[in-house]
């Protein structure tokens, strides 16, 4: 009878000793395996408006370019974008802002003033000034971007993704 006794009293202690390193066991190792896991959920996409700066920067029917970076989180990955856009802007608040990334194969276009075109390097894609195709490998117009301004200050909206 004392022995049993005693059997029980070891194999309780061996319970509480196992339960409390399980109890510790957890407490450390739930907050490691998330801070070592949780980058990899993490995406850090979205929709922003970001501001282009006073709207009085930009003279009215010229083609301005305007560039910007973001940092996008995709897991550990960090990837910095650059963006270009060229803001035309006409009479009032009346703005167009188009992407600078040709829609063939994305490369960078540029606004020829003397040809007053937009033109693309890469596989000499032409666009006019409100961004149609104009002659070229460019299956589409250049994307316009949805802007708008509060206080004098001109937003353009960007989707990521
Ligand atoms: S990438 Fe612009 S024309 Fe091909």
Redesign the pocket.
Known sequence: MAESAEVSRRDFVTVVVGAVGAVIGLCVGIPAVAYLVSPALKVQKGEDWVSCGPLENYPIGVPTLFTFTRTQVNGWERTTISYGVYILRGEGEQILALNNM?T????R?SWKEDAQDYV?P????HFSIDGKVVS???PRPLDPYQTKVENGELFIFLQEG
């Open positions: 040709c063939h194969l994305s490369c276009v693309c890469c596989h000499d894609g070229g490998p460019p």
